[in-house]
């Protein structure tokens, strides 16, 4: 998480939406500075807030004190770190994705499959293997998201940045936070891009991975997103195939 004093904004980190770049994009208003890799804690003494981002918690010298604070930390626990006034009052932020895309790339991530692989299966005609592999993931991986967007049952993010207008939505935020336009200009000209991969620009498409199972799983457990990032939510594979990122 990222909590900002001087521009009264909270930022709730989902996974896999591209929301690595938003947190680096919006660590600049508290640092004025780009962070490269690993991050850790820190708490300053107008009270902001920047999350450890890294692979060993452990290894974080604010470990086990107040001051410490994870980067995927959920609402909740922000609400309680930051006390309900502060809580309340802050602009919440957070990124959402086309949410077949997001489960796509949670797979390859977590399963740490390779994009290399999987072009070479479907040039050979294994397209079954591609969707056996996927649906494996589907049934076990049942990350929601919803701790990112709702506190105490209730949706309270104010701003959602699509992945899809990453850019824009950035900008529309930093508009709504009266961010000086020097500032603001320097961060979207040099917008950080971390963890992109081949996937966007290969021969795979949706439909390669999903079944009408997997679909379906994914159109419910997902439901909230389509509705939160207005994505088209399709009923078939048919309508799968020619689904766009909107």
């Known amino acids: 998480m990222l909590y900002s004093a001087k521009y009264n904004f909270i930022y709730s980190k989902s996974r896999k939406t591209a929301s690595t770049s938003v947190e680096a994009a919006l660590e600049y208003l508290i640092t004025n500075d780009f962070t490269q890799g690993p991050t850790n804690s820190k708490l300053y003494p107008d009270g902001s807030r920047i999350g450890y981002r890294g692979n060993t918690k452990e290894k974080d010298p604010n470990f086990n004190t107040s001051a410490f604070s994870l980067n995927h930390q959920g609402l909740k626990k922000s609400k309680a770190m930051l006390g309900d006034e502060k809580f309340n009052a802050a602009f919440k932020i957070s990124s959402i994705r086309n949410p077949y895309d997001r489960t796509i790339s949670g797979f390859h991530y977590s399963n740490k499959h390779k994009i290399s692989e999987f072009i070479a299966l479907k040039q050979n005609k294994r397209i079954d293997e591609i ?62 891009e971390f963890k992109k991969t081949e996937r966007a620009n290969s021969p795979l498409v949706f439909s390669d991975y999903y079944t009408e199972e997997t679909l379906d799983i994914i159109n419910k457990r997902m439901s909230n997103w389509f509705d939160l990032g207005n994505y088209v939510r399709c009923k078939s594979i048919e309508e799968l195939s020619e689904c766009s990122l909107k």
């Open 131 to 192: 969707k056996n592999r996927f649906a494996s993931h589907v049934r076990n991986n049942k990350y929601h998201g919803k701790m990112h967007f709702y506190c105490d049952s209730e949706m309270v993010i104010d701003k959602f940045v699509r992945m899809e207008s990453i850019i824009n939505d950035v900008e529309e935020i930093f508009d709504y936070l009266k961010v000086p336009k020097e500032k603001s200009q320097i961060i979207l000209s040099r917008f950080p």
